[in-house]
């Protein structure tokens, strides 16, 4: 963690050790730079995980979650992003091609939004689905309702 706070400054939010595990809270705008030393310079070429958190009540509602492996090294790592509703961060498909789909399921749940990301498209919802289903104040009853009595021409059993 020293290294990172070496070359990031104050890229490096936040850095704390929890059960073996390094975890860091990086500023988006070094995201992807970060990433890639992290590929690159620290040897984590396993990106096991891309996830979000959604915080409503927090100013920047998100955290975009990386779970990263090290095969060389034996060693897991976190990093995680605050992201605002509004704002976009920048993909990291380029660096570990698993983020590809992992950045679509993000944008399909959460509705945040990877700048550069070759295909940003729905790939668990259909097409026409309204909202983002993994927000805490997404009212998935009225949205199940209306798609199934729209698509499907029954009323739904919830």
């Not at 996830?51 to 790592?77: C, G, H, I, M, Q």
């Not at 097409?127 to 021409?153: C, H, M, S, V």
């Amino acid at each position: 963690m020293k290294r990172y706070k070496n070359r990031f400054g104050d890229g490096i939010r936040e850095a704390w050790i929890d059960r073996k595990q390094s975890i860091l809270v990086v500023d988006a705008a070094q995201y992807e730079e970060i990433a890639r030393y992290t590929r690159d310079d620290e040897q984590f070429n396993l990106l096991a995980d891309l996830t979000a958190v959604d915080w409503p009540r927090r100013e920047k509602r998100f955290d975009v979650v990386l779970n990263l492996y090290s095969f060389a090294k034996n060693e897991r790592l976190r990093i995680k992003v605050h992201v605002g509703e509004k704002e976009q961060i920048s993909t990291v498909s380029g660096i570990w091609s698993t983020a590809n789909w992992l950045e679509r399921e993000v944008w399909d749940m959460f509705g945040i939004v990877f700048s550069g990301h070759p295909n940003l498209t729905r790939i668990l919802l259909p097409d026409e689905w309204q909202g983002f289903p993994l927000r805490k104040d997404y009212d998935i009853l009225t949205q199940d309702t209306a798609w199934i009595r729209e698509n499907l021409g029954i009323e739904s059993g919830q």
